[in-house]
């Protein structure tokens, strides 16, 4: 089977990203916003990011890609139904 990291792609909540108020995610929306920057993407509520880029996150954390994707759902910033997620809008 496929590592969690490589089974879907990495998607980010913006939104409950940068306003969790607990500094563990400190590093996370650090890159966020550095991924944000370099692309120009700054009007999207999501950010679809790297498996190389949480590979690295991980070592930050001194956790493995599957570890830290554990913690990111823990805290509620991951998205994985897209379509859930923006037809929760239309409500
Ligand atoms: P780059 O890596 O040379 O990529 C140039 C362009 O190729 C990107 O422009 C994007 O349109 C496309 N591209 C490259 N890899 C992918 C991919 O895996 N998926 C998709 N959908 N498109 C891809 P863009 O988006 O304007 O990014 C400009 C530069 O900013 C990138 O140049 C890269 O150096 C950096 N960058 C942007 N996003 C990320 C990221 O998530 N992680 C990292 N490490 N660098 C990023
Ligand atoms: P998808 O990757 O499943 O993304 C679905 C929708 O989620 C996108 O609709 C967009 O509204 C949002 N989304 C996903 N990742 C990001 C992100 O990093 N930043 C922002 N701001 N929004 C994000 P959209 O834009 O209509 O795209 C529909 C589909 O078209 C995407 O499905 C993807 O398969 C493809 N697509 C769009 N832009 C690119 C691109 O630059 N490169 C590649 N390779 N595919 C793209
Ligand atoms: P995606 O665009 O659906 O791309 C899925 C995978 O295809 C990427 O996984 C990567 O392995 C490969 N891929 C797509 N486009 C390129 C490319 O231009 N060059 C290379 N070397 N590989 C490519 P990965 O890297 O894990 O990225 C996951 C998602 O993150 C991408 O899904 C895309 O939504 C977003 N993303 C990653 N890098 C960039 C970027 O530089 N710019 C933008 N706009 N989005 C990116």
């Not at 969690?4 to 409950?16: D, G, S």
């Not at 370099?38 to 690295?56: H, P, Q």
């Not at 990111?72 to 923006?86: K, N, P, T």
């Amino acid at each position: 089977p496929l590592p969690v990291e490589q089974a879907e792609k990495i998607v980010l909540n913006l939104e409950a990203l940068y306003d969790h108020p607990d500094s563990e995610l400190e590093h996370v929306a650090k890159l966020a916003r550095s991924i944000q920057q370099r692309r120009g993407d700054y009007n999207g509520r999501i950010l679809s990011i790297r498996a190389d880029d949480l590979y690295t996150l991980a070592v930050v954390y001194s956790t493995t890609p599957s570890g830290l994707i554990e913690k990111l759902e823990d805290f509620g910033v991951l998205v994985h139904d897209l379509q859930a997620f923006f037809a929760s809008d239309a409500e």
